[in-house]
């Protein structure tokens, strides 16, 4: 079994900052892919940025040059760094991977439980 823990959510001012953190933990065999996505009240969820397991990189032009994410293959973790938020980036933050298991082979693809950010005005 997998589990995604993400722990960095909260509320802040505009042009604030936040640091979102999700560590995954289980029978992994290795992590492919690695993301966040958002989802606002009343809207569909919504790809924020990826990062591949060579640290390759794509982002929503909303947050281009404002998030940053990264990932810490050692630790299985993967994070984003959010910098000048705006009211607009209120909403759920969810992170999402793709794993191979350790012991089947066989691939999975992961959701953490989502962390509340809210940027207020």
């Known amino acids: 079994q997998v589990q995604l823990v993400e722990s960095g959510g909260g509320l802040v001012q505009a042009g604030g900052s936040l640091r979102l953190s999700c560590a995954a933990s289980?029978?992994?065999?290795?992590?492919?892919?690695m993301g966040w996505y958002r989802q606002a009240p009343g809207a569909q969820r919504e790809l924020v940025a990826t990062i591949t397991n060579g640290g390759s990189t794509n982002y929503a032009d909303s947050v281009k040059g404002r998030f940053t994410i990264s990932r810490d293959n050692a630790k299985n973790t993967v994070y984003l760094q959010m910098n000048s938020l705006k009211p607009e980036d209120t909403a759920v933050y969810y992170c999402n991977t793709n794993i191979q298991y350790r012991f089947t082979g066989t691939y999975g693809e992961h959701w953490g439980q989502g962390t509340q950010v809210t940027v207020s005005s």
């Open positions: 289980g029978s992994i065999g290795s992590i492919n892919h």
